[in-house]
Structure formats: C-alpha cells, structure tokens
C-alpha cells in the first residue's frame, strides 16, 4: 500500500504469532477443498471451505492467538473517508490451502517431526486428544529457549498474503498468490427459526463412534436424534463389508444437552461426514443440530492454550430420502433396540465406557 505522496503506508494486516500449531491445526480441519475464502477482520481471520455445495468448513483464528495483531483498513488517498474516519471493507480474497499448510509447517519443523515419530510408536491412535498435552521434549526449541517467529502480512488488496518466519538465525519468506473472491453463499440452516434438535456432548465419543464404523468402507451415513434411546444413533449403510450401528444409548449421561423437538433422521454420504474427523481430534466438546430441511450443523469447540477458545463450524446437505425408507429407518427407533441383523455390526458408545 501506498500513500497519497507514494510513500509505502502500513500493511492492510499485519500478525505476529509465537506458535503456529495452533493456526496449523484449525486449518488442517477444513483442509477437504484446494482454494478456500478467506475474510481479515479486526476481530480475527475467518476461512471457509466449500465443498460442490455439499458441505461448508469454517475455522476461525482469533485476534487472541497472536501475540500481535494490527490492522489497516482506511482507504488511503481519500480526504472524504479520511475526514468522517469510515474504513473500507474488510479484505477478502481467495487462497490455496495446500500451499498455505505447506508453508505453516516450516516453522518448528524439527519439533513437529519429533511429535509425529511419538505418535506413530503410540499404539493408541482412535484418539489423539492426549498428544495435545504431552510434555514438551527435553530437545525441543520452547524447552531450549530458541526464539521463534512467524509473522503474517497482506500489505494491499490483490497482492500476495506473506509470511515470514524467523527461526534459530534464520528467516524463510514465503508469499502466497491471493485470488479474487469467487461468489460465496453460506449453505442456509434455519436452526433459530425452526429448531428440531441439539446435541452436545464431547468430541471424542463422536470420534470413537466413526471409529467403529470406518472399517466397513461405507457409503452413506444416517444421523438419527430422538427423544427416547437410543437418543443418538450412527447407522452405515452400503459398505463392502456390511453395515454398522453405534448407539448412544446411555445417552443422558454421554451427553452435555439433549434437546429434541422431533425425531430427526437424515443420510449423508459418508466420505462427506468423515471428513470432518481431523477436527474431532483436536475439540474438546461438540454440537449436533438439525434443521427440518435435514441440513446438519456440526461445531466444535477446541480449546486453544494462552488464547481464547476457538470454534470450527460445518454444515453437510443430505441426501434426498423417500418416505419409505424414514418409515423403514424408523421401526424400532426409541427403543433401544439394534436389530442386529446378517452382515451387520451393532456398537454402543455408552456401552464401551460403562
């Protein structure tokens, strides 16, 4: 950016942040898309994914994840705007998520392959919630006292989103082509207006329930929230090796808030749904909610250390389903039952932790 006497002006956003595994692994969570949106804000930085408008990511890092945060966004060179102190709109462009995790991997790299050879001699990996707290390595730069930065900056609209990372001595710049914002529309969920149900509970019994039902390589996943148990219930459908069902069936004391006006019962394909397991990895709690369109809204909550906690928002379109096949899914339904039948597998997540 440039002033009115063609002196450089400070950057529309500028960022410093001591640790970039945090920004890392929320972005990794959405990482289902090549290009995402990205929105700067006063607030934080806010990325959305798409994904043929079957399901939409968000993952948000907030002003409190950065040990510095400015921004600029007074238009220069206008008196106008310069006297009533309006400022322009938040800048808003598109980027390539790849390059942009290639580039956030190499700070710290050495730490962060020590943490990965930990992970792979760990026999547990249904749950890596426990890697978050692991003690820092006797080796590792924090430990050691090595100072380190990243620094993020988008000097003006339609140049290239820079981040600069000095480390032990040296210093890496990297700058990332931006893209004009394509048309973006939210996929609409009308939860305040027609409420059906809300669900929340913590993100790992979640992430063990697809757990249990990933080895069958399904192809489409049906999400049932009722009143009565099984209360929630995970149901897979067209696999090579059978179908799965997981209940929830201790359901009133897995769960944090159970809340169901109606019975909702919807199918999504299960690559879609699946996806968004990274994220289970990382929160600690997660809400379900379902409106009467079937559209399903899935936020986490991940709790970000010396910051604010940060939220990751999904939302997943079903698939078309004919009255028949709800009237079939709902035989049984509230009665804890699992019609176990050939070829298929019945699981209960409330069962498994007594």
């Keep these: 950016m440039e002033s009115s006497d063609g002196v450089p002006g400070p950057p529309l956003f500028r960022a410093v942040a001591s640790s970039t595994r945090p920004l890392y692994q929320l972005l990794k969570s959405i990482n289902f898309t090549k290009k995402i949106h990205v929105e700067i804000t006063e607030q934080g930085i806010r990325f959305t994914a798409d994904h043929a ?37 938040p800048p808003t462009f598109q ?30 990996r249904s749950n890596l919630r426990h890697l978050r707290n692991h003690d820092p390595d006797a080796f590792s730069n924090h430990t050691l006292g090595m100072s380190g930065t990243c620094s993020l900056s988008y000097a003006s609209e339609g140049g290239p989103f820079s981040i600069v990372i000095e480390e032990s001595g040296v210093t890496t710049t ?4 931006t893209y004009i914002s394509e048309a973006r529309e939210e996929i609409p969920f009308a939860l305040e207006e027609d409420p059906t149900f809300k669900i929340i509970t913590q993100a790992r019994w979640l992430l063990d329930a697809m757990a249990e039902i990933v080895p069958t390589s399904p192809e489409r996943l049906t999400i049932c929230a009722s009143r009565g148990p099984p209360y929630l219930r995970l149901t897979s459908s067209g696999g090579a090796f059978g179908s799965t069902t997981v209940d929830f069936e201790k359901g ?24 968004v397991t990274e994220a289970m990895k990382i929160a600690n709690m997660v809400s379900l909610r379902g409106d009467s369109q079937g559209v399903l809204s899935i936020q986490f909550m991940v709790e970000v250390e010396g910051s604010e906690p940060s939220f990751l928002d999904f939302r997943v379109v079903p698939y078309v389903t004919h009255e028949d096949d709800e009237e079939e899914e709902g035989e049984g339904d509230g009665e804890g039952d699992g019609g176990e039948g050939e070829g298929e597998t019945v699981g209960s997540v409330g069962g498994r932790d007594g």
């Design 53 to 89: 408008r079957v399901m939409q990511g968000i993952a948000r890092w907030t002003k409190s994840m950065f040990t510095s945060y400015t921004t600029n966004f007074n238009s220069p060179g206008s008196d106008q705007d310069s006297d009533s102190g309006a400022e322009s709109a």
């Design 252 to 275: 009133l004391a897995l769960l944090e808030t159970l809340r169901v006006e109606q019975r909702w019962s919807q199918t999504f394909r299960f690559e879609v749904v699946n996806s």
């Design 95 to 124: 980027i390539s998520l790849p390059a942009l995790l290639e580039a956030l991997q190499i700070f710290g790299a050495a730490d962060a392959a020590a943490r990965q050879s930990k992970a792979d001699m760990d026999p547990y």
């Design 174 to 177: 990297c700058n990332l082509t």
